[in-house]
């Protein structure tokens, strides 16, 4: 069964597409509003197709997919828009998208387009599976564990884990991690990394021998493994 997250703010026009999916499609659809809810539902969990609502609150549904596509993602996505203009069509397609539906759309056509979509092979060649002590993170369907116990993080708490795991050993300044996790036109301020590394921190060290997320005062952190 294919697996499809849904970003539309219209709540009609959402209501409506996820039943349509789910009645005439047989598609198991989780469906959000926001863009900064879209892009984590995305990071942190394994989707088939991403249909992505261009204009978004919070953030655009094209920076959504642009930022999903520069951190390496290789799931099929489809933009969602009323801009029919060429321009924005190759803004779309540039920023990583796989197909482009423009509003309004009959709803065989995008049934088709899924179709489509769904015979192409959008999964990565090879996992990528780090060890850290006794835990293994497995940085391509994102999950952590220790031995057959499965840890739980939240989609921050891995995009944190993931980017210290990339640049082991290296100092990551708390403006860096900001920009790349939470971005500089977020609201969240920067203490919320503290409280994030706070929180992975406790999650992992319950299953390991060691201090591995070292702070480095008046700078940032790094992953000692």
Known sequence: MLNILLAEDDLLLG????HLLKQKGGY???WVTQGDDA??????????LLILDWMLPGEEGVRV???????????????LTAKDALQDRIIGLDAGADDYLVKPFEVDELLARIRALSR????????????????TVNLTNRTVSYGEEEILLTPREFQLLDLLI????QVLPREIIYDRIWG???????????????????KLHAHGKKDMIQSIRGVGYKLDI
């Open 184 to 202: 500089y036109d977020s609201d969240a301020g920067i203490k919320t990394i503290d409280a994030t590394v706070k929180l992975l921190r406790k």
């Open 120 to 135: 192409r092979n959008y999964a990565p060649i090879q996992e990528q599976i780090v060890q850290i002590q006794n835990i």
């Open 15 to 18: 209501e409506l597409i996820t």
């Open 166 to 169: 990339r640049n082991k050993g």
């Open 65 to 79: 997919c642009s930022r999903l596509r520069e951190e390496g993602y290789s799931g099929a996505i489809m933009m």
């Open 39 to 48: 892009y984590d539902y995305a990071a942190g969990s394994h989707y088939d």
């Open 28 to 30: 198991q659809v989780e």
